[in-house]
């Protein structure tokens, strides 16, 4: 890949997992071009890039769009979600380093005080530290094949839009995950971790489908009433 077609797959790719780039936009060329200051053959690299990545569908008559989520792909990510971080979080609490175990600690410190301070866009400074929090447990599991096969399972756009529409009881109840998380790494006691990280993936997946049922709705009742 040439450093023009590099430079724009990471601007295009920092748009998508940012949310700035939302699910369903029509990625124009003409826009990207003026976007990323490349031209047309780089911009179409990139694109061909990130549709192999997952962050890009191309679709007859549309063209690049960012993927939007059906019911069923949402099932089915949090489903695999559950089974294999499961599995990493059973692996880690036999394998997980003290070092390790105090990184999490202060993680899970830093997302509870970003949270206690309610300042703007303090969600999106909760998505980085989670993101690095449950990155960390992954790495624990010293599975390279795990790891790849999470990172094909994950969507990165769909988990940082999940914790924009947590609650303050949702992110209370989180918090809380991660800190049983590791009490259960620091007794070695996988089965406990398993179980812990399993309730966690479940119950975000609760709230992404309420969301949607929420914003499906309205949408509904409207049309029944024309």
């Not at 309610?118 to 969600?123: D, E, G, I, R």
């Not at 990165?156 to 009490?183: G, V």
Request: net charge negative.
């Amino acid at each position: 890949m040439s450093k023009a077609s590099s430079k724009a797959h990471d601007i295009i790719r920092s748009e998508i997992l940012s949310g700035r780039f939302a699910p369903g936009t029509h990625l124009k060329e003409s826009l990207l071009v003026e976007l990323c200051g490349v031209s047309r053959t780089p911009i179409r690299e990139a694109l061909r890039r990130l549709h192999q990545e997952g962050l890009v569908h191309f679709a007859p008559h549309r063209g690049a769009h960012v993927p939007e989520w059906t019911a069923e792909d949402v099932t089915e990510i949090f489903t695999l979600r559950a089974v294999l971080e499961g599995h990493a979080a059973e692996q880690a609490a036999l394998r997980i380093r003290p070092e390790v175990i105090a990184d999490l600690e202060s993680l899970a410190g830093d997302m509870e005080e970003i949270v206690a301070t309610h300042l703007p866009a303090f969600k999106q400074a909760v998505v980085e530290a989670n993101q690095a929090f449950h990155e960390a447990i992954i790495d624990a599991a010293e599975s390279p094949r795990l790891k790849q096969m999470l990172a094909h399972v994950s969507d990165p756009p769909l988990l940082r839009s999940t914790f924009q529409t947590y609650s303050d009881e949702d992110l209370a109840r989180s918090m809380r995950h991660h800190r049983e998380l590791i009490t259960a790494f620091r007794a070695r006691d996988g089965a406990r971790a398993r179980t812990i990280m399993q309730t966690h993936v479940h119950a975000a997946f609760r709230t992404v489908m309420h969301r949607r049922e929420a914003e499906t709705e309205p949408a509904l009742s409207a049309r029944a009433a024309v």
